[in-house]
């Protein structure tokens, strides 16, 4: 349940930003996070509702852009979708593959009254 | 609220030599931030800079961020890690389930090789002195960080404890990290190089069941090789999960309690500090 010391990381980031531009709260947060970020969507949801609360990020809403997360196999170049960080590319079978995207974790933007 | 792992309890993470030669307990208390109360402190900011009359701030602002959630703990590690190359420190973050022999490891190796290296250790854990304990045993500098209810280390508590430590130059220093295979994984403590341990007492498709833990190690350790007779755990099974995960990955097979393959995981780490 490392997901709440990730929601407190983002609460730290919109506090020192909104206060930095002199203002009250956010109304939006925009978020990337990768689908092999090790973020359970389920446990981070859990998470913000509890530790949102009395902060900046209260009632704001959370626009997170999920990010599919993509490989590239060593062997043979080809850029696939990728469930996990050992599937088999899908052209030559081989685990040889690095992640390109989808280890996103960022607070992109936030919209503050 | 504890506010990382979502527990009603509200313990600070304590870090601290062992009580024998305790001297003063570091409270740290980032990870309860927000039971402050921002509209507050906002308040007295306004106040202190003279604003506090109507601020015209009713439109909305847009601020582009593009910030790394992790930033504040990478960026400590970075910390850390400068400290230990100005040093010649080489940092160890040994990361493993509970159980699979993380503590033993670092009694033998501290035993049989605290004549030629100088070694310190931090020891994590959620409660008790008790590794820090058997550490000291063996007279090895050692600070013992208890996260209360927290799941991994951070960066920030690694930061405190070394400053506890203060360990020598040209040393190794060995940071046992919280047992659990999950959350650590995330979380940069500023390390030379992450150690995961598995023991063949557990399953050898452990690499692909966790594997975001095998992910971003650069070790492998396969402990317990004196059990194989006895255990269904297929060795060269295990090395090609972990390889599937993390093609990077060098392994040490060998038994902590027979002592078998220790040879080879010291010959590393003499060269470690070498370099």
Known sequence: MHELSIVMGIIDIARKEIEKANLRKAETIEMDIGTLSGIEFEALDFAWNMAVTGTVLENAERKINIIQAKAKCVSCGHIFNTKSVFDQCPKCNDFFTEIIAGKELKVKAITAI | MCTTCGCGQTDSILISKPPKVQTENLIIDNHHTHNHDHNHEHHHHDQQHG?????????KTVLEIEQDILNTNNLLAERNRGYFEAKN????????????????????????????????????????????????????????INTGQACHLDSDMVNKAVKELNPQENSILFIENVGNLVCPALFDLGENKRVVIISTTEGDDKPIKYPDMFLHSNICIINKIDLLPYVQFDVEKAKEYALRVNHHL?????????????DKWYEWLKKQIKK
Do not use: Y
């Open chain 2, 250 to 262: 060098e392994f040490f097979e060998l038994s902590v309690t027979s002592g078998e393959g220790m």
């Open chain 2, 51 to 59: 604003h506090a009359h109507d601020h015209h701030h009713h439109e």
């Open chain 2, 89 to 144: 420190i080489f940092a160890l973050n040994l990361v493993s389930s509970p159980g699979s022999g993380k503590t033993s490891l670092l009694e033998r190796t501290l035993k049989d090789l605290s004549g030629e290296i100088n070694f310190s250790v931090i020891e994590g854990d959620q409660q008790t002195f008790n590794d820090a304990n058997r550490i000291q045993a063996i007279q090895i500098p050692v600070v013992q």
